[in-house]
């Protein structure tokens, strides 16, 4: 039975923070990461971020073999060929919009067809993104996710809460520590990798994931793990605590069928 090895990217693989290239994505990781797909076993990403917002910060690292992004509402495989796709209505993310800047003037990004769609410039952001100057001129296009940067956590629970109750038979709404993702009904991170699953076929799928969006990755995964700085919740459902994503993909490496 093969290996299917689904990770979250930030927090997890990659560390934003970090002062150093190295510091970031350390070379320990990468360097793991190509021993276990050398080693025949299928490796991949599973996070809220767009494909836009991954590519620029793994190439020339490694290749992963899918890509399960957006919370699950698009879903492509090693070459981007499509796996699944979702949307939400562009009305909703209007009306989604409004209720988000009342609350505050909070930083909003969307995943239009895998590019990040922002109302401003991103600073030393590597990769290609779109600039719109209102949320009703959103190009055609599928926006597989609603995403709002928060300054504490409370705040972006209250959001989620309020999404959740205002258009939960149209989106779904998580918090990522301080973000918030918002995808079509229906779509998770525990979701992606069960279409994955379908796809891949007979397999043994591995997750892993610091954040409480990662939870429905962790219930849907064969073996999951997460770290020591996790939530209590998340911990509590992995079936391992692991320091690094080094030493889960080694136990995943050994681990009989």
Known sequence: ?????????????YFYKGKTPDEQL???SVKKIQEYQKAGHLFGLCTGRQVGG????????????????SSGSNIVDGKFREIQRRGIDHDVCAKIYDKVKARGDY?????????????????????????????NDLPEGLVHQFSVHT???SE???????VNELFGDSVEAFRNVIEVDIAPR??????????????????????????MNDLP?????????????????????????????VDALEDSMNDED
């Open 1 to 13: 039975m093969k290996k299917v090895f689904a990770s979250d990217f930030d927090g997890t693989l």
């Open 107 to 135: 930083w909003v990004t969307l995943d239009l067809e895998g590019v990040i769609t922002v109302f401003d410039t991103i600073d030393d952001f590597p990769g290609k993104y779109n600039i719109i100057s209102d949320i």
């Open 156 to 162: 972006a629970q209250s959001i989620v809460d309020e």
């Open 151 to 153: 300054e504490s956590e």
């Open 217 to 245: 990755l962790i219930q849907a995964s064969d073996v999951s793990y997460t770290f020591p700085y996790a939530p209590k919740e998340l911990q509590e459902q992995a079936t391992k605590v692991v320091e690094t994503i």
């Open 26 to 28: 350390p070379p320990a």
């Open 186 to 211: 229906g779509c998770s991170k525990g979701k992606g990798v069960e279409v994955l699953r379908r796809h891949m076929g007979d397999c043994k799928l591995y997750g892993i994931g610091d954040s």
């Open 54 to 69: 991954l590519t620029p910060f793994i190439k020339d690292k490694f290749d992963p073999d899918f890509y399960i992004t």
